[in-house]
């Protein structure tokens, strides 16, 4: 069994798992889009969580709840199941495809066989849809891939239980209903209004403040953590930002590409031109980025190079902060 279905390469699994789906039951909404309207955009510094011994950064919406907002907020309804028992996951898995019914599922990424090496690390919140399955092969669209791909069935299941943070649990999801049309305007205005008060938020850890509060710790760390683990941590900071879905400045750009789109919907003219600010402040976090990987692989030939790189950060967060004002005046 093969579902007609078509396979669009995204810059962001879950963006691009929604938009697909969404093209499949007849709705042409873009990764962008769906990114906006989904509030996907966030800087969140949680120091009390660690990955690899070093504070957890974020640079998006926490894995789900972009597509979650999406639907809600054009008024889809998207059934969600997880199983304890494989067999039970694969059989409704199964199930769906026999009715022509392609399914979003989560799963870890360490174990996708079709990854390139430098890809493949311990993250279970990776999207990807399954539309067919040739004895037992099933056919993969994965929207971070250029071409469809397949794992077995054996394979499928590994990913689909894979162990530690977020484990999928079998995790599959699919919308369920529709509205006879999509009412983007108040979508995009609730999209909107959200991630200017995520971004605003008087909290320190929370958008342009947690921006500026890691800017401070940068400063602080050689000094009170030494140069190894102070290297440690902002090597932290880029891998969050340059590796894990599409980055911090990747999500920039994506959200530029939003405000675009959001632009023609609405017909207003002031969101095409943060549209081209949000541009310049992506480019930012890849100077951020550049500047911080060569400190901490010892190649940089600043004096000062910590507090240097600190004022950059601490810049970005200003830039922000001027954004997200601006952009909540546009609405």
Excluded at 63 to 81: L, Q, S, T, Y
Excluded at 156 to 165: H, I, Q
Excluded at 199 to 221: D, E, H, N, Q, S
Excluded at 258 to 266: G, H, I, M
Aim: aromatic content about 12%.
């Amino acid at each position: 069994m093969k579902i007609a279905f078509e396979h669009k390469q995204s810059a962001h699994c879950e963006n691009g798992v929604a938009s697909n789906l969404m093209r499949f039951n007849g709705y042409e909404v873009s990764e962008p889009m769906v990114f906006g309207i989904g509030s996907g955009l966030l800087f969140c510094y949680i120091p009390f969580v660690k990955l690899d011994s070093a504070p957890l950064i974020t640079y998006r919406a926490m894995a789900g709840f972009i597509f979650k907002r999406f639907a809600k907020r054009v008024g889809i309804v998207i059934k969600r199941e997880k199983f304890k028992d494989p067999k039970k996951a694969q059989e409704r898995l199964d199930e769906n495809l026999r009715k022509n019914n392609p399914v979003g599922l989560q799963v870890g990424v360490y174990h996708l066989v079709y990854f390139p090496d430098e890809y493949r690390f311990h993250f279970n919140a990776h999207n990807l849809v399954v539309y067919g399955k040739e004895d037992d092969t099933y056919l993969i669209s994965d929207p971070t891939m250029e071409k469809v791909t397949t794992l077995t069935a054996q394979q499928l299941e590994k990913v689909r239980y894979a162990k530690g943070a977020f484990a999928p649990k079998g995790h599959m999801y699919y919308p369920i209903s529709f509205p006879e049309k999509l009412n983007l305007e108040h979508a995009i205005k609730k999209g909107i209004k959200h991630t200017c008060r995520e971004m605003l938020a008087p909290v320190p850890i929370v958008g342009y403040k947690g921006i500026k509060t890691v800017a401070k710790l940068i400063r602080k760390w050689p000094i009170k953590k030494g140069t190894k683990r102070a290297n440690h941590y902002l090597g932290q900071i880029v891998r969050m930002q340059e590796e894990i879905g599409t980055g911090g400045g990747g999500f920039r750009y994506i959200y530029a590409a939003f405000l675009q789109e959001a632009s023609d919907v609405l017909q207003n003219d002031t969101l095409s031109e943060l549209s081209k600010e949000m541009t310049e402040i992506g480019d930012l976090w890849r100077d951020f980025a550049l500047e911080a990987s060569r400190i901490y692989r010892n190649r940089s030939a600043q004096t000062d190079a910590y507090n240097k790189v600190a004022d950059q950060l601490d810049s970005i967060g200003n830039r922000e902060r001027d954004f997200f004002r601006k952009l909540k005046k546009a609405i």
